[in-house]
Structures are given as structure tokens and as C-alpha cells.
């Protein structure tokens, strides 16, 4: 199981979507296609769902759909768990002087990012797919692995010698 933040679901939904890394839209594809053969699903945490929803007007209910009728996604609330573990990281945050910790992002973004990383650790996901650099940035204090587009890697289709690795790491049942 793995996480996907909004960045993710944006490649995943939005055909519009532009990425300064090459063949982002193929490199994303091709990661939710090596995740279904592996049978994994893919957590999305509904505060991302939410940042997405807001982008999408009048394909929300067409995305929905789509989540919904789909087993490989796990629609995953911030719940009591999720809010006692975002209790827990956040505690030692707000001791110091820097409750952002470095992030220059408002402060209800920044709330958010954490959100999402405590869904998925809650929910023990192997990683988080991100752009987001302060989702990154929490997910590394917290142990938690996050990998961007750019990690994402798979064979040219000119039969090139690069081969695909899907950057994840083995379950994490610790």
C-alpha cells in the first residue's frame, strides 16, 4: 500500500497537468500500472482528495466516480488515529520555536501536509508519492519514505538500457 498526496493525483486526474520533469503524465501511469500488478493500492488521504477536488469544477463527480469504482484506491479519512498520531509528531514541533519547521507555506497548508502524513502512517504505507516539498520534509521527520516524479524511472520506449524501478521500499510492518 501506498500513498498518493495531491501533486500525485493531479498527474492522475487532471490531463492537463504540466511537470517540469520529462513524461511526468507516462512516468505516473506507468507507476499506478506496476502497483496494480503488484496488487497494491494506493491510499489516497481525503485532504488531499479534498486540494484536488477544489481544482477539478465540473470533473469532481466524473473523479469520484472513478476513485470510488476503483478497488486499487482506499479513500482514507483523518480520523482518531490519524489525529492522535498527528498529535504525537506535533507535539515536539510546537515545543520549539519553529512550529512551521522551516516551511515557508501558510500555516493551514502546512497542517494539511502533516494530515496527510499521518493518514498514511496510520495506515502503515510503504511510501508517500509527493511533489510537495514540505510533504517530503514531514515524511522524512517521521520516518516515512516520500518519492517525487523524478524517482519514478522506466524503460525508453526506444528500448533505451534505463529499466523501470519503482521506488518503493518493502512493506512496512514494523
Known amino acids: 500500500m501506498v500513498g498518493f498526496d495531491t501533486t500525485f ?3 492522475l486526474f487532471v490531463r492537463t497537468a504540466k511537470h517540469r520533469v520529462p ?19 494506493i491510499v489516497i488521504p481525503t485532504p488531499a482528495l479534498s486540494e484536488l477536488l477544489i481544482k477539478t469544477g465540473v470533473a469532481t463527480s466524473k473523479i469520484l466516480d472513478e476513485i470510488k469504482g476503483n478497488p486499487r484506491f482506499i479513500i482514507a479519512p483523518f480520523d482518531l488515529l490519524a489525529a492522535i498520531e498527528l498529535a504525537l509528531f506535533s507535539d515536539a514541533t510546537l515545543s520549539k520555536a519553529d512550529k512551521r519547521q522551516g516551511s515557508t507555506a501558510i500555516w493551514s497548508k ?21 511533489d510537495d516539498g514540505d510533504v517530503k520534509a514531514t515524511g522524512k521527520r517521521e520516518g516515512m519514505p516520500v518519492y517525487g516524479v523524478e524517482d519514478i524511472h522506466f524503460p525508453d520506449k526506444l528500448g533505451a538500457e534505463e529499466t523501470f524501478r519503482l521506488t518503493s521500499p518493502p512493506s512496512r510492518n514494523t
Open 110 to 130: 502546512v497542517k494539511f501536509d502533516r494530515q496527510i502524513v499521518a493518514i498514511c502512517k496510520v495506515l502503515r504505507t510503504s511510501c508517500i508519492y509527493s
Open 9 to 11: 493525483l493531479t498527474w
Open 23 to 41: 513524461n511526468a503524465k507516462e512516468r505516473v501511469e506507468y507507476l499506478i500500472s506496476e502497483l496494480s500488478g503488484r496488487g497494491d493500492q
